[in-house]
């Protein structure tokens, strides 16, 4: 069966501060791979996506950046955090086929101060 | 662009009453749907997924409809229990494997 991972759970970073968000997937091969970023009381908003390695779609002008150095491993970075960073982070998988479903992993909520 | 809506916000029902949540969303030309639910301060688990060929889709307790024409969805709880509780969400695909998600319904099943 197929599993998700994402760490850290919680991080609390100062302002300027470099972060590095880490979603493993196991289980499956090729899959697309999924930032999201949940801002108190708003929606989803995707952040990036990836349908292979090296492959990056950026959705949203920021300051983060997503690499896929290895086919099942999606790093969500950036060089300095901002207060508008804060928020809860979630990785997503699926496989191109018939259904299409979305999988989601638990998270990580992340609080610049 | 895009968008998706969801009404109410938030919803509160007595256990053991059916409820109907609603999603609309601006493009009819959507390859299929899902409906999620997420707990607070958890990721999300997929409930149903319907695609754009399908009027409805069933798991257990669960119904999800779909109206392309209208731009409506609607997930369907029956004989709801205090375990429902959470935020549910919608999100179409509009064809190009990404999903846009609505801002959710926070459903309060009330023991």
């Known amino acids: 069966s197929q599993t998700i991972h994402q760490w850290p759970a919680t991080l609390v970073q100062p302002v300027g501060s470099p972060l590095s968000l880490e979603c493993t997937v196991e289980?499956?091969?090729?899959?697309?791979l999924y930032w999201y970023r949940q801002a108190a009381g708003r929606g989803l908003q995707l952040l990036f996506y990836?349908?292979?390695?090296?492959?990056i779609s950026s959705e949203v002008p920021q300051n983060l950046s997503a690499s896929r150095p290895q086919d099942r491993q999606f790093i969500l970075s950036s060089k300095k955090l901002l207060l508008s960073d804060s928020g809860f982070y979630l990785c997503?998988?699926?496989?191109?086929?018939?259904?299409?479903?979305?999988?989601f992993g638990p998270g990580t909520r992340l609080l610049v101060l | 662009k895009q968008e998706v809506t969801q009404i109410p916000a938030a919803l509160s029902v007595p256990e053991g009453e059916n409820l109907v949540l609603n999603c609309s969303f601006t493009?009819?030309?959507?390859?299929?749907l899902q409906w999620f639910r997420q707990d607070p301060g958890k990721g999300l688990t997929s409930l149903l997924l319907?695609?754009?060929?399908?009027r409805e889709q069933t798991s257990g307790r669960l119904n999800a409809s779909l109206d392309k024409s209208s731009g409506r969805s609607t997930l369907y709880i029956a004989a709801s229990q205090p375990g429902d509780s959470a935020t549910y969400l919608c999100?179409?695909?509009?064809?190009?494997?990404?999903?846009?998600f609505g801002t959710g319904t926070r459903l309060t099943i009330i023991p």
């Open positions: 997503a998988w699926s496989v191109v086929g018939i259904e299409e479903t979305q999988y």
């Open positions: 289980g499956t091969s090729n899959p697309n």
């Open positions: 990836s349908v292979g390695i090296g492959q």
């Open positions: 493009d009819s030309a959507i390859y299929n």
């Open positions: 319907i695609q754009s060929s399908q």
């Open positions: 999100a179409p695909n509009f064809g190009n494997e990404k999903l846009t």
